[in-house]
T-cell receptor
Framework: KNEVEQSPQNLTAQEGEFITINCSYS?????LHWLQQHPGGGIVSLFM???GKKKHGRLIATINIQEKHSSLHITASHPRDSAVYIC???????????FGKGTRLHILP | NAGVTQTPKFQVLKTGQSMTLQCAQD?????MSWYRQDPGMGLRLIHY???????DQGEVPNGYNVSRSTTEDFPLRLLSAAPSQTSVYFC??????????????FGSGTQLSVL
């Protein structure tokens, strides 16, 4: 079983819809990252969370440390949000960063 | 600040050749790491470093060497390239694990083909 699991693997939605991507992990962590990768593009960090909730524009990220779960929400989704969203955790055990396999999001105009 | 500078962007090698992928950051980050990204596999950790003079193996270290003689640089060496090393490689850096508001910064990636 992967130590970081994301769901769904793929998501197609209409422009304007509210999007939720989930991340569950099984190791103790010091931090959790949400990353974005556009097709053929580089990887950009969206959020780093160690507790609570963060908001940046239309993006909201939450984390529940006790439940070992995080969510990334996109409000009023737009075709330019189409990308792969990756969850990564910084493991307390060995200082490694462990990545989920990503969620491929496609927003239709 | 230039951020994380990774070179080259593209490389084609023949089986058995060696090469070095360069990674440099100017943010005084302690943590640096190398990943490979393959279709359907996500990002997999090759090697990482928590500071100058310290390196450790990740999930897929075989066939790769690293060194961290300075805080700024973290080169990845392919000793004898194999077709299985065809992949996209990313370097990343950050401050020490868990510091609040400290994001991961990635290089632009290297697309490597081994024939």
């Amino acid at each position: 079983k992967n130590e970081v699991e994301q769901s769904p693997q793929n998501l197609t939605a209409q422009e304007g819809e509210f999007i939720t991507i989930n991340c569950s992990y099984s190791v103790g962590i010091s931090a959790l990252h949400w990353l974005q990768q556009h097709p053929g593009g580089g990887i950009v960090s969206l959020f780093m969370l160690s507790s609570g909730k963060k908001k940046h524009g239309r993006l909201i990220a939450t984390i529940n440390i006790q439940e070992k779960h995080s969510s990334l929400h996109i409000t009023a989704s737009h075709p330019r949000d189409s990308a792969v969203y990756i969850c990564a955790v910084h493991s307390l055990r060995d200082d490694k960063i462990i990545f989920g396999k990503g969620t491929r999001l496609h927003i239709l105009p | 600040n230039a951020g994380v500078t990774q070179t080259p962007k593209f490389q084609v090698l023949k089986t058995g050749q060696s090469m070095t992928l360069q990674c440099a950051q100017d943010m005084n980050h302690e943590y640096m790491s190398w990943y490979r990204q393959d279709p359907g596999m996500g990002l997999r950790l090759i090697h990482y470093s928590v500071g100058a003079g310290i390196t450790d193996q990740g999930e897929v270290p075989n066939g790769y060497n690293v060194s961290r003689s300075t805080t700024e640089d973290f080169p990845l060496r392919l000793l004898s390239a194999a077709p299985s090393q065809t992949s996209v490689y990313f370097c990343a850096s950050s401050y020490s694990s868990g510091q609040d508001n400290e994001k991961l910064f990635f290089g632009s990636g290297t697309q490597l083909s081994v024939l």
